[in-house]
């Protein structure tokens, strides 16, 4: 294990080629950027394996589609909405602190031509649901504690989660009630809902953040899910 402290990082994509970067420990780094490359195909991913970071400052704003395994992220400092676009996840636990988090699609680059962005888009979907039909579970967030967390591209039912703060909701169990009749002022809830429905997702976990200046609130509109018979009563 290779171990950094206190360290000011600039990750070159253009270096971040296909391969395995394994077995690293940051405490109380910052990192400039952060990797945001465009595979052509799924096999030119990097993956990062056996990570550890603690305390650390990510300036950038996203990261991009990468294999992340066996990793834990303690206490991570962000700055505004930190995006996470079509990365995929095995055994990654996130602990402690957190800002403001979403786990979305892969957004594809390098192309004028909207069929082959379409085209490379579904390539990666494939590829990503192929990959969690092998993983148990994907994310361990049972005791991160975030501002907000929107997961719109990691199944659901692979998070291991808090049930207090953090609800399962199943496409089959949603589509059986009026859900697109629901309105969740500040949280959006409702928009999340939305975009699960046009989503492939089997399931999707929804987020107090317990960070939230108003959490009660938000508790109290994942318990009316639960009321409505929509998110599971664990």
């Known amino acids: 294990m290779k171990a950094f402290h206190r360290q000011t990082f600039d990750v070159d994509e253009l270096k971040l080629v296909a391969g395995v970067y394994a077995d690293y420990e940051f405490d109380r780094?910052?990192?400039?950027?952060?990797?945001?490359?465009?595979?052509?195909?799924?096999?030119?991913?990097?993956?990062?394996?056996?990570?550890?970071?603690?305390?650390?400052d990510v300036k950038e704003p996203m990261l991009g589609t990468v294999v992340v395994e066996d990793c834990t992220i303690e206490n991570l400092k962000t700055h505004d909405l930190f995006m996470i676009h079509g990365a995929v996840f095995k055994h990654v636990v996130l602990r402690g602190r957190f800002g403001s988090l979403m786990f979305t699609e892969f957004l594809p680059g390098g192309s004028d031509d909207e069929?082959?962005?379409?085209?490379?888009?579904?390539?990666f979907a494939r590829a990503?649901?192929?990959?969690?039909?092998?993983?148990?579970?994907?994310?361990?967030?049972?005791?991160?504690?975030?501002?907000?967390?929107?997961?719109?591209?990691?199944?659901?039912?692979?998070?291991?989660?808090?049930?207090?703060?953090?609800?399962?909701?199943w496409r089959d169990n949603l589509l059986r009630h009026k859900w697109d009749r629901l309105v969740f002022p500040v949280s959006g809830y409702h928009i999340g809902l939305k975009v699960f429905v046009k989503s492939n997702r089997p399931s999707l976990v929804l987020v107090a953040g317990k960070r939230h200046p108003k959490f009660k609130l938000l508790l109290e509109q994942l318990k009316k899910l639960r009321e409505f018979g929509i998110a599971e009563q664990d």
């Open 29 to 56: 780094c910052t990192f400039s950027s952060v990797p945001f490359v465009y595979p052509r195909n799924p096999e030119d991913r990097a993956i990062i394996r056996n990570v550890r970071l603690t305390n650390c």
């Open 115 to 123: 069929g082959d962005r379409l085209r490379t888009k579904a390539l």
């Open 128 to 169: 990503d649901d192929n990959y969690y039909e092998r993983v148990d579970w994907a994310l361990d967030i049972r005791a991160a504690d975030f501002y907000d967390c929107e997961f719109r591209y990691v199944p659901g039912h692979l998070v291991r989660r808090d049930p207090e703060t953090q609800v399962l909701i």
